[in-house]
């Protein structure tokens, strides 16, 4: 449902879509319950998922600007009766019924249908479960015992006694700012709810947008300036960087989270307001000018207050929470208005590699006019992957900043993402030796290598100095000792703390669209939880109490395919790839210690797949540490990789040498390898395929070696495993490259010999995959329909000079056309015809090809794709169909004709197909009379409707 195609099935991004929704619970429980649930569906690429797109204008148009909206009333009564089914007390319950009771009452919801009042349209609208609840309601009682005071409420509330807690926070906020609402109807219907506030989040969070936007509007300057204060203490304390843990972090992710949502609210509100007014102004036969919304008293108040709140502190707040796409959006805003963007390009360049978009980080350099500090410079080589670069400049600024933790931190990750583990644990070991109180701050560095190099003594050794577990790294190495020793309890105990851990942040983030992408990290996070879960429990027999998520593979050969299914619906950057593959190391070599399974083999595979995608990333000195790491297992695959990496480098002598020697060492006895037919045989050679197509591209390429040699080498690929679709396509690439170098006038028909090669190839290419379609296909059908046509002009002229040698030549080249058709035929019945439609304009545009074999085939594989495609290849050819070159007309005719022939129930298809092209045609091309600004469908094209 994921891996099959681009996108995954829709069912997929709906169960996406619903648990990110459910990240929002309060209940521990439930959130930890789907973290389990996220973990097990994996770190899906966010590129995969197609979530409900927000329409700017459709927004708009539902936009809830007011109370006095039905659709407020609506969305508020199903959120009161959501909060109802939730209780989970009976004084929650009465608060939420006392709630939707007075609501009712406001609007006049009644379930009276004998009089069409706005009220029982309302209720004509809720479904029956929802009537189920709210028909007792109607005609209840309840009456609130007490009303609160708010006279002596702290200001600002965050982070005074009323407000230390997310919960406490919103409810008491909200339930002060409804207090000082003075429009009659908003008043009473937020009254209504003070009670349910208290109790239940997020009917909180749904009113509080709603009761800003009319506290601004109904209040003072004075009271205005409050809520401005409350929202700048929130974005001023999430400015600073976050030094606390565990739920005190929450707290804070979820307060900006909240002051986003609700700014947000105002600027579509003040949107809304800018549309009605112009729309006023339509109506009014009048222009909207710039000046005019600015004499609208609610547009100016909203306007003046969003403007009191700084777009920079906006962007290091959602820096902090890592929302980075709405940091760079307002710090785009702030630079605008910014007389010297040079002063904030060292913020921007943050952005940019907290983003992981180094040519954002290159841009931001090249603008720059004053020469790089060494922190610029850091940042820049730690974008690109230059880590040994940036560790140099971390060493100098340790020189010249001796007492700075942070240098040494960097310079610790810069290390760490090298795979220099047992330096960084050096250098920890050293620096905490002569800075005994910077422990806390270096002390995860050295438990993560621990694990990383599965020195289990050391890293319960500096487990014990850790006071506290939030840190990743550091709660992996506590689950992963747990598992070491066999502690069920401390291991489900972490596994549970660890990813509970992760659900903070996902809840934040889960508050806005756009959540998956934002949250991703900590969904990978979760992804890689769930195998440390699923490893431990199939390679170590831990722990016997897990849950049935955890009993999908059964065996260690199916939980290494599990696991490879999961990477590859994982987004391939290095940075979400490398962490992965690294647990699934620790993991290996865990069982290995543990229950002796033999996993080197595995493990070496491991550190290849690193190097790759580390090379692909850019990252060549991570990559060589990955090859260092590889080079203990002997495997074959090491020389292919090994040689990429240096091609990369530009270093082509050696990558050729190391290839060449790599062949001669690993692939010796080519007889058995061929003859055997086991899997293990059929794995050996696709890498030997591997290595010798790699060589001949690199022979091809530096033209090292004479052009027969290269074509060997082209050939042996396919012999030693022909149905690979590499080994076709650079074949018949290389025939191709050769054929366009012949152009001898004495030997005319000299590429003639090379055709058939070149078209058979491209087609066994795509027997056998579709990575190259759309190179291999628009190709071969060029060359054969050229080289029909250059035939059937050549025996035009014959027919008009005449000549012996030219008969002889035509005699040739017919027999190569006649091979050419054999090849084209017995690709259009072996080849799906999905191929064949990526290319259906070029089909479409040969339509009118002189020679008449060529037109044959082209005939059957433009029917064959009716056939298969009715809708997609019908609209092209009703435009052929409709040409006023009588042959493009004629020879259209024939192909439909021939597609009923192949398929008689497409015959009314096509019928109607030809109707509707008539009467559209009709429509573009009537004439309509000066000064008609309208016409109607039914009444000027009644045809179009009726058929």
């Known amino acids: ?17 619903v648990l990110l929704d459910g990240c929002r619970e309060s209940d521990p429980v439930a959130r930890n319950a789907i973290g389990e649930c996220l973990g097990e569906l994996g770190a899906i690429d966010p590129g995969r998922l197609v979530f409900k797109a927000n329409n700017p204008k459709q927004e708009l148009a539902k936009f809830q600007a007011s109370v006095k909206d039905q659709n407020f009333a609506f969305d508020l009564i199903n959120q009161l009766a959501r909060a109802f089914l939730a209780s989970e007390d ?22 009276d249908a004998s009089t069409p009042t706005l009220g029982s349209k309302l209720w004509n609208r809720f479904p029956e479960h929802i009537k189920e609840i709210l028909a007792p309601l109607l005609h209840s009682k309840y009456v609130l015992s007490s009303k609160s005071d708010w006279s002596n409420t702290p200001r600002p509330i965050y982070g005074s006694k009323k407000g230390t807690n997310f919960k406490e926070w919103v409810s008491t906020w909200t339930g002060y700012l409804a207090s000082k609402v003075k429009s009659d109807q908003a008043s009473k219907v937020f009254h209504s709810c003070t009670a349910v506030i208290r109790h239940d989040i997020h009917t909180a969070l749904y009113l509080l947008p709603h009761i800003v936007v009319q506290g601004l509007l109904d209040g003072n300057e004075a009271e205005n300036q409050e809520i401005c204060g409350e929202i700048l203490s929130v974005l001023s304390h999430v400015k ?29 509100w003040k949107r809304h307001r800018l549309q009605l007014l112009a729309n006023i102004a339509t109506g009014e036969s009048n222009k909207l000018l710039e000046s005019d919304h600015e004499k609208d008293a609610n547009y100016r108040c909203i306007k003046l207050f969003l403007d009191k709140i700084p777009q920079d502190t906006l962007a290091e707040a959602s820096y902090n929470c890592k929302a980075n796409s709405r940091a760079l959006m307002h710090f785009e805003q702030f630079i605008k208005s910014s007389p010297n963007i040079q002063e904030h390009l060292d913020f921007l360049q943050k952005l940019y590699v907290a983003m992981d978009e180094p040519d954002g980080v290159a841009g931001v350099t090249a603008i720059r006019q004053e020469q790089s500090t060494l922190h610029e410079q850091i940042l820049l080589h730690e974008s690109i992957g230059q880590l040994r670069d940036a560790s140099a400049c971390y060493e100098r600024a340790i020189q010249l900043e001796p007492d700075e933790v942070g240098h040494h931190q960097g ?28 422990t806390s701050s270096l002390n995860a560095y050295r438990v993560e290598a621990s694990w990383k190099l ?35 309890d401390e291991f489900l105990e972490q596994l549970k703390l660890v990813r509970s851990e992760q659900m903070g942040p996902l809840s934040a983030a889960s508050m806005e669209s756009g959540s998956y992408q934002r949250g991703y990290e900590y969904i990978v996070r979760l992804h890689m939880l769930n195998e440390l879960e699923q490893g431990t429990k199939t390679l170590l027999h831990f722990p016997h109490s897990t849950s049935d998520a955890t009993e999908i593979p059964v065996s260690f050969n199916k939980l290494l395919l599990y696991w490879e299914s999961r990477l590859q619906l994982a987004q391939s950057s290095f940075r979400v790839q490398e962490p992965i593959l690294n647990l699934h190391r620790v993991i290996l070599a865990l069982a290995n210690q543990e229950q002796d399974v033999s996993v080197d083999k595995d493990i070496g595979q491991s550190w290849l797949r690193s190097a790759k995608v580390a090379r692909k990333a850019g990252h060549i000195q991570t990559a060589y540490s990955s090859l260092l790491n590889a080079s203990a297992f002997n495997l074959p695959e090491f020389c292919v990789e090994k040689a990429k990496w240096f091609w990369h480098k530009g270093d082509y002598d050696q990558a050729q040498n190391l290839l060449e020697k790599g062949i001669a060492e690993h692939f010796s006895d080519t007889t058995n390898i061929r003859k055997d037919k086991s899997e293990e045989a059929r794995a050996e050679r696709l890498a030997y395929a591997k290595a010798i197509l790699l060589f001949a591209r690199y022979s091809e390429s530096t033209a090292n070696m004479e052009s027969n040699a290269i074509f060997r080498q082209y050939k042996e690929v396919t012999e030693v495993y022909n149905d690979w679709e590499d080994g076709h396509f650079y074949l018949a690439k290389y025939y191709d490259k050769v054929m366009s170098t012949l152009t001898d006038p004495e030997k005319p028909d000299k590429q003639g010999q090379f055709l058939p090669h070149v078209v058979k190839n491209f087609g066994n290419s795509l027997m056998y995959g579709s990575q190259y379609v ?40 017919r027999t190569v056309l006649g091979h050419l058709n054999k090849i084209m035929n017995s690709m259009r019945e072996r080849l799906p015809p999905y191929q064949f439609l990526t290319a259906f304009p070029q089909l479409i545009s040969r339509i009118c090809h002189i020679h008449d074999e060529v037109f044959g085939q082209l005939m059957q594989i433009i029917a064959q794709l009716t056939v298969a495609f009715p809708q ?35 015959n009314k298809f096509i019928q109607d197909a030809t109707k509707l092209t008539d009467r559209l045609l009709d429509l573009c091309n009537r004439h309509v009379e000066q000064g008609v600004p309208t016409m109607s469908i039914t009444q000027d094209f009644r045809a179009l409707v009726t058929g």
Not at 90 to 111: E, F, H, N
Not at 455 to 483: M, P, Y
Not at 775 to 804: C, I, N
């Open 1 to 17: 449902m994921v891996i099959g195609s681009e996108t995954a099935d829709p069912i997929v991004s709906q169960m996406v879509a």
């Open 90 to 111: 009976t004084r929650t319950q009465d608060c939420c019924s006392l709630a939707i009771q007075d609501v009712l009452q406001q609007y006049q919801v009644g379930d």
């Open 240 to 268: 600073k960087p976050d030094t606390r843990h565990g739920s005190a972090s929450d707290f804070r992710h979820m307060s900006a989270q909240t002051v986003f949502s609700v700014l947000d609210y105002l600027t579509k």
């Open 411 to 438: 310079l610790l990750k810069c290390l760490m993402d090298l795979g220099q583990l047992n330096t960084a644990l050096v250098h920890v070991n050293g620096v905490l030796h002569d800075k005994s109180s910077w």
């Open 454 to 488: 599965g020195d289990w003594e050391k890293l319960e050794t500096f487990l014990k100095v850790e006071k506290h577990g939030s840190n990743w790294g550091v709660g992996l190495g506590k689950i992963l000792l747990a598992a070491k020793y066999k502690k069920e």
């Open 774 to 813: 759309y190179q291999s296909m628009p190709r071969m059908l060029a060359l054969w329909f050229d080289y029909g046509a250059a035939l059937a002009e050549a025996e035009k002229k014959l027919e008009k000079k005449g000549s012996t040698a030219t008969h002889s030549i035509l005699v040739s080249k």
């Open 872 to 906: 997609q290849a019908m609209w092209q050819m009703m435009a052929v169909s409709k040409s006023s070159y009588a042959v493009r007309a004629r020879r259209c005719s024939q192909i439909l004709h021939q597609a009923k022939y192949m398929k008689p129930e497409l």
